[in-house]
């Protein structure tokens, strides 16, 4: 998720520019030197736990119902409340917002099961808003997009509020129990209680080793 055009995001585009211009050798060796963590796993070192906290306080205690103008996402379920708060902080959020990507992953879940299987309800009702109000902004009425700008702003508001030190887990183990009783996805299809996790628990072992 990049936005190029932001401030904040000039010394990346030169550093683009300055990659067109070396040699492809160096390039290749720069990447093989990347240092990434050998496990699928989201952990809590991985995510800003305020910026987290924050879209679930804002999705799942409804602190949507004090503003008029979200008057249209009133009736939204929470998951896919979470996932249209998410998704308004890659269009509206600035360069810094996305110092911790992994967070995005609790948007609508992972086919990997990383950190959760996917709702499919959610994904859909998001992916189904977010067309709404691309449409609806192209026949003019921009009601939609800027109720998912005030969304966003709604939501980095409450990160000043505080967090609970440790409720990574505590999610986690709600969506996969969520998943497991609703029909959650991955990519071997639909989650098979008692089953699915086990299989995706093997996978960091099976892909780096038991480390």
């Known amino acids: 998720m990049l ?10 585009r030169n550093n683009m520019v300055a990659l067109t ?3 492809p050798g160096e390039v290749i060796e720069a990447l093989r030197s990347l240092e990434l963590p050998d496990r699928h796993d989201v952990r809590k070192g991985d995510v800003n736990m305020a910026r987290l906290g924050s879209v679930l306080n804002l999705a799942y205690n409804r602190d949507i119902e004090q503003f008029d103008d979200l008057v249209m996402m009133q009736g939204v379920g929470p998951r896919t409340l979470k996932a249209l708060a998410m998704a308004s902080e890659v269009i509206h959020g600035d360069a810094t917002r996305f110092e911790d990507p992994a967070r ?9 099961g990383r ?3 996917i709702d499919e309800k959610s994904f859909d009702e998001t992916v189904s808003m977010l067309q709404n109000s691309v449409d609806a902004a192209k026949l003019g009425d921009k009601d939609k997009s800027a109720a998912l700008k005030r969304l966003h702003k709604v939501a980095v508001a409450g990160e000043s509020i505080g967090t609970p030190l440790d409720f990574l887990g505590e999610l986690i183990e709600s969506e996969w129990s969520h998943a497991e009783n609703s029909g959650g996805k991955t990519f071997m299809g639909t989650v098979v209680k ?3 996790r086990k299989i995706m628990d093997t996978q960091n072992g099976l892909l780096y080793g038991k480390r």
């Open 115 to 117: 950190p959760h299987p």
């Open 21 to 23: 211009k070396d040699r």
């Open 194 to 196: 008692g089953l699915t």
């Open 104 to 112: 995005f992953s609790f948007a609508v879940g992972g086919k990997d």
């Open 3 to 12: 936005n190029l055009v932001d401030g904040e995001a000039s010394s990346l």
